[in-house]
């Protein structure tokens, strides 16, 4: 594969809501890199791969702190087991048998990502090994043993997999979908090896005790009144326990006990507290009675009920856990990105602001937030020069890329913080987007009809148009009554989605014989009816794009007299047009056809990235007929063919 990857947006998440921020579906793609020079392994990592197949998010790339260096190993021999020989080669037959519950990293020697990942995954071990030590936590090298890459579907670095032995039958295989990190690992763990949920004591002052713990350990509690524990209402309860990392599941059958919950004075006072009260004295003879335990601050949490059942589905109570243990607001952060990208809101609103522009909106914005709550996912992105936040900044358009450049170390903290503060524009100003996340949909989870009618059939057949991120701006002053008005707006369709664009170069700018494509200026070059166009689309840090461009620069002067054909590049990073939203990696390179349809045509990788080969392509697939002229046996020999061989062009 001859591209770039785009980078990916924070440190890696195998597999988290993606890998959606529910926030952003950027460009993360999942192909191997390939350089030129062999199939070696590449000398720079742009590779990333979520196993849940999703798109991604915003941001910078990931892979370490937030200065970007990679977290140290722990001192001391690895207690991870790096599987190599009899063991990879007998895994199923032998190795689970003696190991029943493995936690599997497949990794690449030369991934960035799985370096990254190393000394979380070896912490984890370490806390692991003593509490549960039927559980193993192993790696393998995929690209050596490549039968256990094809076995588990690896299609990029790392992929986890958790993996249970089952006498006489084929071992339990799940991913691990969550964030790498060391305390998450052991959440998971824990949850898959021993129970998910914890029981609440009986007695009424140790339920106090029990609550204040787990509420000081996490953003949320999820406490459940199930009467019968051997009841299919507590086996989905504790299937879904296991899909929700980071927070705590508690369980009663007594509903006394439950009764003492409602009314601690841990949970608050006021509606909240009798809210809960109210419901549980309703539920308690029959159940199961189920609330998340959230608040702005831990000393006053609100309880929020399920109203769903758990009959058949898991994912209702999954989605209303995931939903209701985020706070009305959520900031930005290292801390929060999990909760973030897993979230079920498949709409986020992000309010970009500097720390002084947040406080001053922060009522008005909490306000909006709380009336649209379960709606929409608000979000804060201080704009304070911090890696993650200048990122994101960076994605939407609102910082040049030329203030997102690592700054040198500084020797102490006040030094630091004027380093990050350089970063952001003295100028800057407030901005605030909605984004949609699209679901991404496995293809072998698609259901068939047993009955239906041909033309039912046929629809199911026909190809369907990819769904693919969307963002809208809000234009004008950011108040309370703007933002009301503008998710109104959107929530009734009437908004006309947002694509970040350069200035158009001026004529001084446009140098060269390539043509200069932004995003406001894409319909009216590219989608010129009257002419062929062949457009580059590339990312300035790409390697392929880089080692393309004398080629591109000379294919262009070739065309220069041809005026049907352009010759343009657009920067991939810095300008967006619907027509591209299914860029996954640079260079992509189109041919626009000449015609009122302009169906795009991607360039084909059979045919090779020289003069010659973009020549010999234009000729076969442009629509307006054209003659290049005749050239001599030096211009033969600079299109890579020799002297004596006949031009068909």
């Known amino acids: 594969v001859r591209s770039c990857a785009p980078p990916p947006p924070h440190p890696p998440t195998m597999g988290t809501k993606r890998a959606a921020l529910a926030i952003l579906a950027l460009l993360c793609a999942t192909a191997a890199v390939t350089l030129a020079q062999g199939d070696d392994a590449p000398d720079y990592d742009d590779e990333y791969a979520d196993p849940a197949g999703e798109e ?22 690895e207690i991870v087991v790096d599987l190599t020989g009899a063991d990879a080669d007998t895994f199923d037959t032998e190795y689970l048998k003696a190991h029943p519950m493995v936690m599997l990293e497949l990794y690449a020697p030369w991934c960035g990502h799985c370096k990254s990942f190393a000394p979380h995954y070896e912490t984890a071990a370490r806390a692991l090994v003593d509490t549960f030590p039927n559980v193993t936590l192993a790696k393998v090298d995929a690209t050596v043993n490549e039968a256990m890459g094809t076995k588990f579907n690896v299609e990029g670095y790392p992929t986890i997999k958790w993996i249970e032995y089952v006498e006489g039958g084929s071992p339990k295989v799940s991913d691990f979908r969550a964030s790498p990190d060391a305390d998450v690992i052991v959440d998971f763990v824990k949850k898959h090896a021993g129970l998910a949920v914890t029981v609440l004591p009986v007695d009424a002052a140790e339920v106090l005790v029990a609550l204040a713990t787990a509420r000081a350990s996490g953003p949320a ?40 919950a409602a009314a601690a004075a841990a949970l608050g006072e006021g509606a909240a507290s009798a809210a809960f009260s109210a419901v549980t004295g309703a539920g308690a003879g029959a159940g199961p009675v189920i609330a998340v335990l959230r608040g702005e601050s831990a000393a006053a949490p609100t309880a929020v009920l399920f109203a769903g059942a758990l009959d058949n589905d898991t994912q209702p109570l999954v989605d209303f856990v995931k939903i209701e243990r985020l706070p009305t607001v959520i900031d930005f952060s290292d801390d929060n990105i999990e909760m973030i990208f897993d979230s079920a809101i498949k709409h986020q609103v992000l309010f970009f602001g500097t720390p002084e522009q947040q406080t001053a909106a922060a009522a008005f914005y ?35 890329e030329s203030s997102q450049k690592e700054e040198e170390e500084e020797e102490d903290v006040e030094g630091e913080a004027v380093a990050k503060a350089s970063k952001v524009p003295a100028d800057f100003k407030p901005a605030v987007f909605i984004f949609y996340a699209p679901d991404e949909v496995d ?36 108040t309370g009554a703007a ?57 300035p840090w790409c390697q392929h794009c880089k080692m393309l461009e004398p080629i591109y620069e000379k294919l262009a002067r070739r065309f220069i007299a041809v005026d049907s054909v352009v010759i343009a590049k657009m920067d991939g990073t810095k300008n967006e047009h619907p027509q591209l939203a299914d860029v996954a990696g640079f260079p992509a390179i189109f041919l626009f056809p000449a015609g009122k349809d302009k169906t795009k045509v991607p360039h084909d990788d059979s045919e090779e990235r020289t003069l010659l080969g973009f020549t010999r392509w234009l000729k076969a697939n442009a629509k307006v007929p054209y003659k290049l002229k005749k050239k001599t046996a030096a211009k033969k020999e600079e299109l890579g063919a020799s002297p004596d061989a006949k031009e068909e062009l």
Do not use: C
Request: no cysteine; hydrophobic share 40%; charged share 25%.
């Open 366 to 400: 909490a306000e909006v937030a709380t009336q649209y709550r379960g709606e929409y996912l608000f979000v804060s992105v201080t704009v304070d020069g911090s890696e993650n936040a200048m990122g994101v900044a960076e994605y939407f358009g609102l910082v040049p």
């Open 221 to 260: 509690v999820v406490v459940a009144f199930i009467p019968d524990v051997e009841s299919a209402a507590f086996n989905l309860y504790l299937q879904a326990a296991r899909q929700v990392m980071g927070v705590q599941w508690m369980y009663t059958a007594d509903p006394g006990v439950l009764a003492v």
């Open 483 to 539: 933002l009301g008005t503008f998710l109104e707006a959107h929530k009734a369709g009437t908004l006309t989605p947002h694509f970040k664009s350069e200035a158009p170069p001026t004529p001084e700018e446009q140098t060269g014989p390539v043509t200069v494509v932004v995003g406001s200026t894409f319909d009216t070059i590219v989608m010129d009816p009257t002419k062929d166009v062949l457009l580059e689309v590339y990312a």
């Open 56 to 77: 991604g998010d915003y941001g910078e790339p990931g892979g370490g702190d937030e200065d970007g260096e990679l977290s140290p190993m722990p001192a001391g021999p």
């Open 443 to 478: 293809p072998e989870e698609a259901t068939e009809e047993e009955e239906e009618s041909d033309a039912e059939a046929a629809e199911a057949a026909a190809p369907k148009e990819k769904e693919t991120a969307r963002k809208w701006r809000l234009e004008g002053e950011f």
